[in-house]
């Protein structure tokens, strides 16, 4: 089963609202990263966190981590249209590269206008 | 910066045949590592080039699957005798250091074995 996955699969609001996305995982991390793809783009980083660190805020993007619950969320206030993509959280395991990261496969955010 | 450009977008081969999938990293960068997305799964780490050399190819296929970084040009992830279950998104990545815990993708390349 997947290192990381993502909660809900699917996600659809209404523009202004919050998005919360969840992440789940399964082996002690060195840092948790999230990553957004619009549809047929690659995909851009967006925040990452520390196994040190409990919460990290960058513009709109508010990321908190739970190791003892080895869970992290990703939270999108006031969301826009453009906001609308899949979003991945990706890890890096304790002892392992920071370019073998681990990915679940993804929530697809839907934000209608 | 153009960031990281892969090409084709799609790519369309019959069984046994071969593919080759490229990939030229953002500006700057010198370590590329190549990812594959099979249908309804997370991205999976593949294999780490630096230039003309493999660094990690612990998650590449034993068989068939070759990547390269030469000197001069792209990485090339070559797919020989292409099976059915090749069928996946591959996608590069860059960074200019293997410290940096900042990877930039490319927008990848859509395999389809018929």
Redesign the interface.
């Known amino acids: 089963s997947?290192q990381?996955e993502e909660d809900p699969q699917a996600l659809s609001i209404q523009e202004g609202e919050n998005a919360t996305m969840n992440c789940s995982y399964k082996t002690s991390i060195n840092?948790l990263?999230w990553?957004r793809q619009n549809s047929?783009?690659?995909?851009?980083?967006l925040i990452?966190i520390r196994s040190n660190e409990r919460e990290k805020h960058s513009g709109r993007l508010r990321v908190t981590l739970d190791t003892s619950k080895k869970s992290s969320s990703l939270l999108i206030t006031a969301s826009r249209a453009a906001d609308t993509a899949s979003y991945?959280c990706?890890t890096?395991l304790v002892g392992g590269?920071?370019?073998?990261?681990?990915?679940?496969?993804?929530t697809l955010l839907t934000v209608n206008p | 910066n153009a960031g990281v450009m892969q090409n084709p977008r799609h790519l369309v081969r019959r069984r046994g045949q071969e593919a080759r999938l490229r990939c030229s990293p953002m500006k700057g960068h010198s370590h590329v590592y190549w990812y594959r997305q099979l249908p309804e799964e997370g991205l999976k780490f593949m294999v780490y080039l630096q230039k003309e050399n493999i660094i990690d190819e612990s998650g590449m296929p034993k068989e068939r699957f070759s990547a390269e970084f030469p000197k001069e040009g792209p990485s090339i992830l070559r797919i020989q005798q292409v099976v059915r279950g090749d069928s996946a998104a591959y996608f590069c990545a860059s960074s200019p250091d293997r410290l940096n815990e900042k990877l930039f993708f490319g927008s990848g390349t859509q395999l389809s074995v018929l």
């Open positions: 997947q990381g840092n990263q990553y047929g783009r690659g995909l851009v980083h990452l991945f990706a890096v590269s920071n370019y073998k990261l681990t990915f679940g496969k993804g």
